[in-house]
C-alpha cells in the first residue's frame, strides 16, 4: 500500500509538473520556429527579428508557466499572483527562468488561495472588489521580492549545476544511460514531466547558448516505441497483432507515445527493447552530434524534423537516432516475442494502462473490440459498474425517462458489471469499464459513456432505436424502474446530512469525508469508507456536469448497514482526476432501497441550471428542495 501511494504521488507531481507546460507547448514552438528560423545560423537570418528570440525565452514562456501553475492551484486570481511572484525569479537571473516558474506559479496560487479562504465571509458588502485587488497586488508583490532575492539565485545555481552535470555526461559519453531511467518513466507516465519539467528548461538553455540541444531528443525519440511496435507487426498475436499496424502510425507519424505502453504491459520484458532501443539512439545523436533547436512536442517524426537545425549533418544525426533505435528496439522485442509464451490481452493491458496513469487515457479507445451496428429490435438495455450501486443506476435512470419519452418499451436496467444478465442487448459502461464488460458479454452490443449525466450518446441510442424497434409485452412488463421502491425515500436524504460551502485540497479528502458521514450516520462499516478510495481508483466516479457520486465496490456491499446519502456542496470545486467536481453524493445502497432519490438526483443533476442552483444553496433545506422538487 504504501509502495502505491509513493507510485500515486510521484505521478501526481509529475502530471503538475507537465500541467503548467503542456497548455503552453504553442508558445514554445512558436519561439523555436522564431530561432530556427531568424537567428545567424537560421535558414534565413535576419537581425531584426531575431530580436524576439531573447525576449520570448525569458519572459514570455516562463510567464506562461507561472500564470499557468497558478491558475491550477486557485483559478484566475491564482494564476494573476502566480505571474507576479514568476517576475521575481525572471528579472533576478540571466537564464530562462522554467524551472523557478514551476515554483513561483503555484506558490502565488497557493498563497492567495488561503488568503482568501481565511477572509471568506469577513469582508463586508461593497468592499469585495477593493480587497480582491489590493490582495492580490500586495500578496504578489512580497513574493516577486522574495523570489528575486532568494529563490532566483537558488534555482540559478541548481540550473547550473544541471547544465555542468549534462555536459559532464556528455564528455564522457554516459548520456545513453539517461535511457534506464527515461523509458521506464513513460511506462510510468512520468513522461511529459521527465521531458517539460526538467529537460525542456535545461535545453532551451542550451539552445541559447549553443543553437542546439540533444536533452530534447532523449524523451521524444519514437525509434524505441517504433521498434516494439513493429516487433508486434511481426511476431504478434490476435488483437496486437491486428493493432499494431495503425498504433504505429499514430506513434510515428502523429507522435502519440502513449499508445504502445500497453504493448509493453501485455509482455513486461519489452522494457528491455525500449531501453536499449533508447541507449542506441541517445549514443547516435551523441556521436553524430544531433540536437533540436525547438521543442518537438508530440514526440512525433514530423516535430522532430521540424525543430532540426538546418543543415544536413543535423538531419542525418537526428534521423540516423530515430533509425538506430527503431532497430535495436525491434531486433530485442522480436526475440521477446518469439522466445516467450504469449498470453496477450490487449484490452486489459489498456485498461492496467489507466490505472497506473490514474487518469482517462486519450487513446485506450483505440484497443476496444470493433463491432457491428446497434442489433434490431432491442428489448434489454443494461447499464453496468463495477457495483451497480451509483453511477449505473443514476445512467439507467436517465436513459429510462428519455426512452419512455421517446415511447419505447424497452427495460432498461442497471447492474453490477460481474452479474450482467447474458441475454443484455445492449450494455452501457464508462469507458474504463468496457473491455470487462465485453469479455463478460462478448455478443451484446458495447457503448462507452465517459459522462452518465449529459453524455451524446444517450440521444444518438434513442434516435437509432426509434428506427428500428418492435413492442414486447413480456419484455415491458419485466422493465425495472425505480418507481418500483415506491417505500425508499423515507429518511434517506436528511438535513444533518448536507453538507454546504466545504473546501477539499484532493478528491481523497472529499471521499473520506463523504465516507465518514455515512459511518457516523450508521448507513455503514468503517471499511466502507476505503472501498469508496478503491473504487475511484479503480474508475473515476465522476459523472459528468460537475458531480461525483463516490460509492463502494462490489465486495464492500456486505459492509453496507441500511441505505442512506449525503450531499456535499463544493463551491470552488474539488478536482477528480483532471475533473473540478462541485457537488458530491456519497451513497450506500442496500437491496435496492436508494433507487429512487437516486434516479430523482440523476434527473436533477442532469440539468446543469439545477447544478448552478445547488452550488449557491444558503441552506440545506433549500438544497434539498431543488432535488426534491425533481
Same mark, same amino acid.
Given at each position: 500500500?504504501?509502495?502505491?501511494?509513493?507510485?500515486?504521488?510521484?505521478?501526481?507531481?509529475?502530471?503538475? =509538473?507537465?500541467?503548467?507546460?503542456?497548455?503552453?507547448?504553442?508558445?514554445?514552438?512558436?519561439? /523555436?520556429?522564431?530561432t530556427?528560423?531568424?537567428? #545567424?545560423?537560421?535558414?534565413?537570418?535576419?537581425?531584426?527579428?531575431?530580436?524576439?528570440?531573447?525576449?520570448?525565452?525569458?519572459?514570455?514562456?516562463?510567464?506562461?508557466?507561472?500564470?499557468?501553475g497558478?491558475?491550477?492551484?486557485?483559478?484566475?486570481?491564482?494564476?494573476?499572483?502566480?505571474?507576479?511572484?514568476t517576475?521575481?525569479?525572471?528579472?533576478?537571473?540571466d537564464?530562462p527562468?522554467?524551472?523557478? !516558474?514551476?515554483?513561483?506559479? #503555484?506558490?502565488?496560487?497557493?498563497?492567495?488561495?488561503?488568503?482568501?479562504?481565511?477572509i471568506?465571509?469577513?469582508?463586508?458588502?461593497?468592499?469585495?472588489?477593493?480587497?480582491? %485587488?489590493?490582495?492580490?497586488?500586495?500578496l504578489?508583490?512580497?513574493?516577486a521580492?522574495l523570489?528575486?532575492?532568494?529563490?532566483s539565485?537558488?534555482?540559478?545555481?541548481?540550473? *547550473? &549545476?544541471?547544465?555542468?552535470?549534462?555536459?559532464?555526461?556528455?564528455?564522457?559519453g554516459? =548520456?545513453?544511460?539517461?535511457?534506464?531511467?527515461?523509458e521506464?518513466?513513460?511506462? $510510468?507516465?512520468?513522461?511529459n514531466?521527465?521531458?517539460? /519539467?526538467?529537460?525542456?528548461?535545461?535545453g532551451?538553455?542550451?539552445?541559447?547558448? %549553443?543553437?542546439?540541444?540533444?536533452? $530534447?531528443?532523449?524523451?521524444?525519440?519514437?525509434?524505441?516505441?517504433l521498434?516494439?511496435?513493429?516487433?508486434?507487426c511481426?511476431?504478434?498475436?490476435?488483437?496486437?497483432?491486428?493493432?499494431?499496424?495503425?498504433?504505429?502510425?499514430?506513434h510515428?507519424?502523429g507522435?502519440?507515445h502513449?499508445?504502445?505502453?500497453?504493448?509493453v504491459?501485455?509482455? @513486461?520484458?519489452?522494457?528491455?527493447?525500449?531501453?536499449?532501443?533508447?541507449m542506441? /539512439?541517445?549514443?547516435?545523436?551523441?556521436?553524430?552530434?544531433?540536437?533540436l533547436?525547438?521543442?518537438?512536442? @508530440?514526440?512525433?517524426?514530423?516535430?522532430?524534423?521540424? &525543430?532540426?537545425?538546418?543543415?544536413? /549533418?543535423?538531419?542525418?544525426?537526428n534521423?540516423?537516432?530515430?533509425?538506430?533505435?527503431?532497430?535495436?528496439?525491434?531486433?530485442?522485442?522480436?526475440?521477446?516475442?518469439?522466445?516467450?509464451k504469449?498470453?496477450?490481452d490487449?484490452?486489459?493491458?489498456?485498461?492496467k494502462?489507466?490505472?497506473?496513469?490514474?487518469?482517462?487515457?486519450s487513446?485506450?479507445?483505440?484497443?476496444?473490440?470493433?463491432?457491428?451496428d446497434? @442489433?434490431?429490435s432491442?428489448?434489454?438495455i443494461?447499464?453496468?459498474?463495477?457495483a451497480?450501486?451509483g453511477?449505473?443506476?443514476?445512467?439507467?435512470?436517465l436513459?429510462?425517462?428519455?426512452?419512455?419519452?421517446?415511447?419505447?418499451?424497452?427495460?432498461?436496467?442497471?447492474?453490477?458489471?460481474?452479474?450482467?444478465?447474458?441475454?443484455?442487448?445492449i450494455?452501457?459502461?464508462q469507458?474504463?469499464?468496457?473491455?470487462?464488460?465485453?469479455?463478460?458479454?462478448?455478443?451484446?452490443?458495447?457503448?462507452?459513456?465517459?459522462?452518465?449525466?449529459?453524455?451524446?450518446?444517450?440521444?444518438k441510442?434513442?434516435?437509432q432505436?426509434?428506427?428500428?424497434?418492435?413492442t414486447?409485452?413480456?419484455?415491458?412488463?419485466?422493465?425495472?424502474?425505480?418507481?418500483?421502491?415506491?417505500?425508499?425515500?423515507?429518511?434517506?436524504?436528511?438535513?444533518?446530512?448536507?453538507?454546504?460551502n466545504?473546501?477539499f485540497?484532493?478528491?481523497?479528502?472529499?471521499?473520506?469525508?463523504?465516507?465518514s458521514?455515512?459511518?457516523k450516520g450508521?448507513?455503514?462499516?468503517?471499511?466502507?469508507?476505503?472501498?469508496?478510495?478503491?473504487?475511484?481508483?479503480?474508475?473515476?466516479?465522476?459523472?459528468? %456536469?460537475?458531480?461525483?457520486?463516490?460509492h463502494?465496490?462490489?465486495?464492500?456491499?456486505?459492509?453496507?448497514?441500511?441505505? *442512506?446519502?449525503t450531499?456535499?456542496?463544493?463551491?470552488?470545486?474539488?478536482?477528480?482526476?483532471?475533473?473540478?467536481?462541485?457537488?458530491?453524493?456519497?451513497? &450506500?445502497?442496500?437491496?435496492?432501497?436508494?433507487?429512487?432519490?437516486l434516479?430523482?438526483?440523476?434527473?436533477?443533476?442532469?440539468?446543469?441550471? %439545477?447544478?448552478?442552483?445547488?452550488?449557491? &444553496?444558503?441552506?440545506?433545506?433549500?438544497?434539498? !428542495?431543488?432535488?426534491q422538487?425533481?
Amino acid at each position: 500500500m504504501a509502495q502505491s501511494n509513493i507510485k500515486v504521488a510521484v505521478q501526481k507531481f509529475g502530471n503538475f =509538473l507537465s500541467s503548467m507546460v503542456m497548455p503552453n507547448i504553442g508558445a514554445f514552438i512558436a519561439w /523555436g520556429l522564431i530561432t530556427a528560423l531568424f537567428i #545567424p545560423t537560421g535558414f534565413f537570418p535576419n537581425e531584426s527579428l531575431a530580436k524576439l528570440v531573447d525576449p520570448m525565452v525569458k519572459y514570455l514562456l516562463p510567464l506562461l508557466i507561472g500564470y499557468t501553475g497558478g491558475k491550477l492551484v486557485h483559478d484566475q486570481r491564482g494564476g494573476v499572483v502566480g505571474a507576479i511572484a514568476t517576475m521575481g525569479v525572471i528579472v533576478g537571473s540571466d537564464i530562462p527562468m522554467f524551472l523557478g !516558474a514551476m515554483i513561483m506559479g #503555484p506558490l502565488g496560487g497557493y498563497i492567495i488561495k488561503k488568503f482568501d479562504q481565511f477572509i471568506e465571509g469577513k469582508v463586508k458588502t461593497g468592499f469585495e472588489m477593493l480587497i480582491n %485587488n489590493f490582495s492580490a497586488g500586495i500578496l504578489g508583490g512580497i513574493l516577486a521580492i522574495l523570489a528575486f532575492l532568494g529563490v532566483s539565485p537558488a534555482v540559478d545555481g541548481f540550473t *547550473g &549545476a544541471l547544465v555542468v552535470g549534462v555536459d559532464w555526461m556528455v564528455a564522457h559519453g554516459l =548520456l545513453p544511460l539517461t535511457s534506464i531511467l527515461i523509458e521506464p518513466a513513460k511506462i $510510468l507516465f512520468l513522461n511529459n514531466a521527465i521531458n517539460h /519539467g526538467i529537460l525542456s528548461p535545461i535545453g532551451a538553455e542550451q539552445i541559447r547558448t %549553443n543553437g542546439q540541444s540533444i536533452l $530534447l531528443l532523449l524523451e521524444t525519440n519514437p525509434g524505441p516505441g517504433l521498434g516494439i511496435l513493429l516487433a508486434y507487426c511481426f511476431f504478434g498475436k490476435g488483437t496486437a497483432k491486428q493493432s499494431a499496424p495503425g498504433a504505429a502510425i499514430i506513434h510515428f507519424i502523429g507522435g502519440i507515445h502513449e499508445i504502445y505502453f500497453p504493448y509493453v504491459l501485455m509482455r @513486461p520484458l519489452l522494457i528491455i527493447a525500449a531501453i536499449l532501443g533508447g541507449m542506441s /539512439g541517445v549514443f547516435t545523436f551523441v556521436l553524430l552530434r544531433g540536437g533540436l533547436q525547438a521543442v518537438a512536442s @508530440p514526440g512525433s517524426i514530423l516535430a522532430i524534423l521540424a &525543430a532540426t537545425p538546418g543543415n544536413a /549533418g543535423s538531419y542525418v544525426a537526428n534521423i540516423s537516432g530515430v533509425l538506430v533505435a527503431a532497430v535495436v528496439s525491434f531486433i530485442v522485442g522480436s526475440l521477446i516475442l518469439k522466445t516467450g509464451k504469449q498470453t496477450e490481452d490487449l484490452d486489459e493491458a489498456a485498461r492496467k494502462m489507466q490505472e497506473m496513469k490514474g487518469k482517462k487515457s486519450s487513446v485506450a479507445g483505440s484497443f476496444t473490440k470493433q463491432q457491428g451496428d446497434v @442489433p434490431a429490435s432491442v428489448q434489454k438495455i443494461v447499464f453496468a459498474c463495477d457495483a451497480g450501486m451509483g453511477s449505473s443506476a443514476m445512467g439507467a435512470s436517465l436513459l429510462r425517462k428519455k426512452v419512455k419519452q421517446a415511447d419505447l418499451n424497452i427495460s432498461v436496467t442497471n447492474t453490477a458489471i460481474s452479474n450482467i444478465p447474458s441475454d443484455a442487448q445492449i450494455v452501457i459502461t464508462q469507458e474504463e469499464l468496457t473491455p470487462r464488460a465485453q469479455n463478460k458479454v462478448p455478443d451484446a452490443y458495447h457503448i462507452s459513456v465517459d459522462n452518465f449525466l449529459s453524455s451524446p450518446e444517450y440521444d444518438k441510442l434513442i434516435d437509432q432505436l426509434k428506427n428500428d424497434h418492435t413492442t414486447s409485452k413480456a419484455e415491458e412488463e419485466k422493465n425495472v424502474s425505480a418507481e418500483n421502491y415506491t417505500d425508499s425515500n423515507d429518511g434517506l436524504l436528511k438535513e444533518e446530512n448536507v453538507f454546504l460551502n466545504q473546501h477539499f485540497s484532493s478528491k481523497e479528502e472529499a471521499i473520506r469525508f463523504a465516507g465518514s458521514v455515512l459511518v457516523k450516520g450508521g448507513y455503514v462499516e468503517e471499511n466502507y469508507v476505503e472501498a469508496m478510495i478503491e473504487r475511484d481508483n479503480m474508475t473515476s466516479t465522476y459523472m459528468g %456536469n460537475d458531480v461525483a457520486i463516490p460509492h463502494g465496490t462490489e465486495e464492500a456491499k456486505k459492509n453496507v448497514l441500511r441505505s *442512506g446519502f449525503t450531499v456535499i456542496q463544493v463551491p470552488e470545486g474539488v478536482d477528480f482526476d483532471g475533473e473540478k467536481v462541485r457537488l458530491i453524493f456519497g451513497i &450506500a445502497g442496500k437491496d435496492g432501497t436508494h433507487l429512487e432519490i437516486l434516479s430523482g438526483i440523476a434527473i436533477t443533476c442532469s440539468d446543469m441550471n %439545477n447544478i448552478e442552483k445547488m452550488v449557491h &444553496a444558503k441552506s440545506a433545506k433549500e438544497l434539498m !428542495a431543488i432535488i426534491q422538487s425533481n
